[in-house]
């Protein structure tokens, strides 16, 4: 087994940390415990921080609450990146009329509906509609009928030659400690091979995600690759994206990789991070204040 590493001591050497979300600041249970003293710290260091995530499933404002809901104040809608912000970019530059169908919540079709086009869910298109659908996103696992929708979808896009969007390229996610759900980027992968054409994707691993990120950041002023630390539980998503886009990286055990299987994984899959912690966590003893 790989020793882990201090958390506090890596992010001592870094201006910027990019955080995942789901296995790394929280898991089923809510936010894992402890995790409110590592944002206090980079506070107190001043260090910039956000949450780089494939969750399209709400705004950044309401991904923002959810955390301060549950007591987390130092997430607000600045620090949050999602792929869905991509996806709205891609829209604004790439469509420019017609109707926008989507698979998901009323509140993951906030992206596309802030793009001022007409969105409609696909349950909704029809004989009527359909030659006006200029584009089909996939952006949540829940919302819809999966049985009708999901064949609605694919014959949306055997009649349409238009672009397939996937704001969250996320396959699974886990319901609890022992199962997982299949997510959207699961069924579009699906949906993919059985319309033969090639998806438009926007999450991580891919680099767009990151670059969107790296930008924000160069706006506000000289930052290098080396400056930042991309902190993630899942190696082929978080880990991989990272290190193709030039980051250092570090692997959490506290979400999708466990401890009793980290070594066998990286070494079958050949994606390996910079350093492995047991979890994001700066201990309160280590706070020094």
Known sequence: MYKTDNFKS??????????DAFGVLKNYKGLLPGIENTFA???QQNKEYYIVTNDAS?????????YNTKGLLAITPDHIISSGMLTKEYLDLKVNDGIVAYLGTPDSA???DSSGLHTLPVSQIDASNIDKVNALVFLDDE????FEDLNKAVNILRKRTIPAIVANTDHAYPLNKHDVSIAVG???HMIEKIVGKEFIR??????QMFMFAYDLLREKGAISKKDIVMVGDTLQTDILGGNKFGLDTVLVLSGNTQAIDAETRIIATGIVPTYICDSAVVEYGELGF
């Open 110 to 112: 906030h992206y596309i």
């Open 41 to 43: 710290y980079l506070q």
């Open 10 to 19: 890596i992010i001592d050497r870094y201006k910027v940390v990019f955080f």
């Open 202 to 207: 926007f999450g991580k691993p891919d680099s």
């Open 186 to 188: 699961g069924l579009a």
């Open 58 to 66: 709400r705004s950044p404002v309401q991904l923002a609450e959810s």
């Open 143 to 146: 919302g819809f009928n999966w």
